[in-house]
């Protein structure tokens, strides 16, 4: 396989975890009568220009089906975060009424509200059908496709130049990197800006994220990998700030190379300095983190299999892809872990990929009353915990895997 950025024949793994179904693939009853599709999930980093990328298997059509089942909005904390950056932004470079804002990948709506509440004309491109038609119940425009050169050259004779186009949590999702950058280029008006938001490597690897490993993901960004598939396809990064959001993340800010107006600020030096000083461009970075999803894995293993020794009920919360590949690459069934507890009414009633295991409403949880819940987006941990806190009436205790394993009580 060569680099989806640079054209370099790629030899040196950087993770594997086996084989395993795409993470969003939640299976009807129906469909566990029939066998699943499973994939190799491996990544490769590119020794030239340091992007780390799953090894291809299939196209992304297999991967964001009609019935892709993530939703933004169930989420109260990514809400937040969200109508927080859209105020920031209508601040930073004075939006208004006369201004145009485009979101790629705007799934269900989520962010692209808060900009129509503003009275701003706005647009969001969305290619699975089950999150488009919830943001266009909304009241959003939506074009309902994948983005890349192609679709922006459209949108421009549309009459779609955009003020605005804002990316969050999707530079990793797309297999023709260079494609999807080059339509951004093509897309912002001369002084327009861009902005993306996306998991940071440096802090996948220091947290020991493996499980935002799955499919869906193609490329594992770090700001150095970022800046350099940026500029070669016509942008120029001007500023960059570390979000807590998904474990770590970057927002970064770019302008066309060409037109741009903005100054570069002195926090796009400072992080380019830091990760090289945490080693980003050797290729020590990139030798051990096998063995930390390693002992991750064995280490939840053993707890399961203590607390199914001493008759503990074990239940999950948070059916999400992250938690499927932890559960996969474990090799957990519904024998360790009985059930998953979701407030997605599109997941509620369907099974975990892989592990089949069930995904219920809140509901049963009360009733059932767990002794251990093992919350696996751990990213919102504290807006679960604050949602169950009433475990504590049972004497139930929570349980994280990632980075290591940890049991509170309620």
């Known amino acids: 396989m060569n680099c989806r950025h640079c054209g370099t024949l790629l030899h040196r793994t950087f993770l594997d975890l086996g084989t395993a179904p795409p993470s969003n693939a939640y299976l009807t009853t129906n469909k566990l009568h029939a066998p699943e599709s499973w994939f190799p999930l491996r990544l490769l980093v ?17 991967f964001f089906t009609p019935d892709y089942a993530y939703f933004s909005s169930f989420s109260d904390t990514w809400l937040t975060h969200a109508e927080e950056y859209v105020h ?13 804002v485009v979101e790629v990948a705007a799934n269900d709506g989520y962010l692209l509200q808060f900009v129509q509440n503003e009275g701003i004309p706005c647009l969001g491109i969305e290619p699975t059908s089950s999150t488009a038609q919830a943001a266009r119940k909304k009241g959003i425009s939506i074009v309902e496709d994948f983005f890349g050169k192609p679709l922006a ?6 009459g779609y130049a955009a003020d605005l186009i804002t990316a969050n949590n999707v530079l990793a999702h797309v297999p023709d990197i260079n ?4 339509g951004f280029t093509m897309l912002l008006k001369p ?3 861009a902005t993306f938001e996306f998991p940071h490597l440096l802090q996948m690897v220091q947290k020991n994220q493996f499980d935002t490993v799955y499919h869906e993901h193609f490329s594992y960004l770090s700001f150095t990998s970022v800046q350099t598939i940026l500029l070669k396809n016509g942008l120029q990064i001007f500023d960059v700030e ?8 970057l927002r970064i800010f770019a302008q ?4 741009g107006c903005h100054t570069c600020t002195d926090m796009v030096v400072k992080l380019l300095k830091m990760e090289q000083y945490e080693g980003i461009t050797s290729r020590k970075f990139y030798t051990n983190f096998q063995q930390q999803a390693e002992l991750v894995k064995n280490n939840l293993l053993s707890f399961l299999l203590e607390c199914k020794r001493q008759h ?26 009985s059930y998953v507890v979701d407030k997605n009414p599109a997941k509620q009633g369907k099974f975990m990929p892989g592990s089949r295991i069930p995904i219920l409403t809140e509901k049963y949880l009360k009733t059932n009353q767990p002794d251990r819940i093992l919350i696996l987006p751990w990213n919102i941990k504290e807006e679960i915990i604050q949602q169950l806190k009433y475990v504590q009436d049972w004497g139930g205790k929570f349980v994280s895997a990632i980075p290591d394993l940890k049991i509170w009580n309620g």
């Not at 074990?314 to 872990?337: F, H, I, Q, S």
């Open 312 to 337: 503990l009920k074990v239940a999950a919360y948070g059916a999400a892809a992250k938690g499927n590949t932890l559960l996969n690459y474990a090799g957990v069934k519904p024998d360790l872990v």
């Open 179 to 182: 494609d999807f950058i080059s």
């Open 242 to 249: 570390q979000l807590p959001t998904h474990g770590g993340s």
């Open 153 to 158: 050259s459209s949108l421009i004779k549309k």
């Open 256 to 259: 066309r190379r060409d037109t």
């Open 88 to 100: 920031s932004m209508i601040d930073r470079f004075s939006l208004g009424s006369q201004s145009k």
């Open 191 to 193: 002084q327009g800006v």
């Open 46 to 62: 590119c020794e030239n220009c340091l992007l780390v990328q799953t090894e291809d298997f299939s196209d992304a059509e297999s």
